[in-house]
């Protein structure tokens, strides 16, 4: 059958990590550069869906292209490893040091990735600059890059307590969307079970950690009133922290821990009389 069951699903979870944790620098960095780019294309193919039709859900609705090939191919997406490579470690599996090594690179890789898709995305949208005007879906990368950042410290505590929120909801369904993904051996069954969470967490507006990567700094480039600080002190940080805490918690730990030491329940015989 193509259906994997929860109890296999959470087999598989803690596999996968100690699988990903054992992996050397270089292929985390490629796996993880290659993501943060697939990523960024994502965002931008949803902002230009949204421009164009003038339907801001359309963005959602094709958005989750780029991790369902991340999930294919087996990449490293940070938000994800959230979820998964703790659990290695609370099961003994790993170091701490393993742990935290595996973390930094993948998200070093995610950066460096979304970073280099901007300044790509910025030269053939611009033409290295010599386009004043920017189009629709640029400007749609100021705005959006403006506020992720200024628009939160504007509303001080309350600003950096809604974005962290917004993280924490983000990343449930971002590792719920990897979790799923386990939940079926077809190619199609895995793009449609992923595809779902990640169209709700994208629909939401939701905080991405990946996602602002590549959203904030391409803003930037088009001439956001955003400075590196802002970026990093008033969104990636906190962001990062929430996308922790939703990952781990609500997705990781939760479905891990509730069928991982589950054991196989007989069923009585049902008679024929019945």
């Not at 620098?25 to 039709?53: N, P």
């Not at 010599?130 to 939160?152: D, H, R």
């Not at 895995?190 to 905080?207: C, D, H």
Request: aromatic share 10%; glycine share 8%; net charge positive.
């Amino acid at each position: 059958m193509d259906y994997v069951t929860p109890k296999e699903v959470a087999a598989n979870m803690l596999q996968a990590a100690v699988v990903k944790a054992a992996l050397p620098v270089k292929d985390l960095l490629i796996r993880s550069m290659l993501s943060g780019a697939l990523l960024a294309i994502s965002v931008t193919l949803a902002f230009a869906a949204a421009t164009q039709t003038q339907v801001s859900i359309t963005g959602a609705i094709v958005f989750p292209v780029g991790f369902v090939i991340i999930v294919l191919l087996g990449l490293e997406l940070v938000t994800g490893s959230f979820a998964l490579v703790p659990l290695a470690y609370f099961e003994k599996k790993i170091s701490a040091a393993t742990l935290f090594k595996n973390l930094f690179w993948v998200f070093t890789g995610n950066l460096i990735g979304s970073l280099a898709y901007a300044v790509l995305y910025w030269a053939a949208s611009s033409e290295m600059g010599t386009v004043a005007s920017p189009g629709a879906v640029e400007k749609m990368l100021i705005a959006v890059a403006e506020k992720k950042t200024i628009a939160y410290a504007a509303h001080g505590p309350a600003g950096m307590l809604a974005a962290f929120v917004k993280a924490i909801l983000c990343n449930w369904m971002v590792c719920m969307g990897v979790v799923m993904a386990m939940t079926s051996r077809s190619t199609i069954g895995k793009m449609l079970a992923a595809g779902i969470p990640i169209f709700i967490f994208f629909a939401l507006g939701y905080e991405h950690a990946v996602v602002n990567m590549f959203a904030i700094p391409a803003g930037m480039l088009f001439g956001a009133n955003v400075s590196l600080s802002d970026w990093w002190l008033y969104n990636q940080l906190i962001v990062t922290a929430g996308n922790i805490v939703g990952g781990l918690l609500f997705t990781g730990m939760a479905i891990y821990y509730t069928y991982g030491g589950q054991k196989e329940i007989d069923l009585p015989a049902v008679s024929k009389a019945a």
